[in-house]
């Protein structure tokens, strides 16, 4: 085996030409990344995605593929949208206690300045 191919080019099983466009994103040393990316998107797909962005954006995009391929994996169902779900579920519930919390300082501090002046009265 070369080691040199990147790890798509190893996961398929095939040589790893010097214009590979998997090459820059998907280095011999993580396999498990192209893996999963495989595995949900198919390497041809990812290959056309990646050719239809900009240079500048590719990096950005694996990124993002492998995390929603990850994610994909670990819940079929829902894949991120389930972490963006559950995400959104802790603000809101969040959001009500910070609420509730300034509710009950506006009352404590209510009490303390009544209190406050009917001691100088």
Known sequence: MNPKRCAACKYLRRR???DCIFSPYFPPS???KFACIHRI?????VSKML?????????EAVESLSFEAKCRVEDPVYGCVGIISLL???????????????AQIAVAQ?????TQISEFM
Do not use: E, F
């Not at 998107?41 to 797909?45: H, I, K, S, T, V």
């Open 16 to 18: 790893c030409p010097k």
């Open 30 to 32: 993580d396999p498990d």
């Open 41 to 45: 998107y198919g390497a041809g797909n």
């Open 51 to 59: 050719q239809q962005l900009p240079v500048q954006t590719r990096a």
């Open 88 to 102: 959104q579920t802790q603000i809101q519930k969040t959001q009500t206690l910070l609420a509730r919390t300034q």
């Open 110 to 114: 209510a009490k303390h300045s009544q």
